[in-house]
Nanobody, 121 residues
Framework: QVQLVESGGGLVQPGGSLRLSCAAS????????MGWYRQAPGKQRELVAI???????NYADSVKARFTISRDNAKKTVYLQMNSLKPEDTAVYYC???????????????WGKGTLVTVSS
């Protein structure tokens, strides 16, 4: 069974940095796009950053030049380096990946359970 497990969230002061990780496991043949989304209290889930299997990236305007997404295909892991954090970055951050499972012809989107990032002094 495919699992995405996030780690690296926590409490950080404004201007600080955090690095999130998300590891995929469980009967995986290949992983296409991977990404990070976030959901702040009372708001809808929104895209933060995505990265293709070839390494092309795209970011929400609100995080450009502050966040960097990367991936290690051998480790089936995607990362989100977050710098210059602001209170408005406070949210639960979710990992997403489009995965083709062994023995299955069609890929599917999978989600992690989320990791909380709180930016506060």
């Amino acid at each position: 069974q495919v699992q995405l497990v996030e780690s690296g969230g926590g409490l950080v002061q404004p201007g600080g940095s955090l690095r999130l990780s998300c590891a995929a496991s469980g009967g995986i043949f290949s992983i296409n796009g991977m990404g990070w989304y976030r959901q702040a209290p009372g708001k809808q889930r929104e895209l933060v950053a995505i990265i293709t299997s070839g390494g092309s990236t795209n970011y929400a305007d609100s995080v450009k030049a502050r966040f960097t997404i990367s991936r290690d295909n051998a480790k089936k892991t995607v990362y989100l380096q977050m710098n210059s954090l602001k209170p408005e970055d406070t949210a639960v951050y979710y990992c997403n990946a489009h995965i083709l499972r062994l023995g299955v012809n069609t890929g599917m989107n999978y989600w992690g359970k989320g990791t909380l990032v709180t930016v506060s002094s």
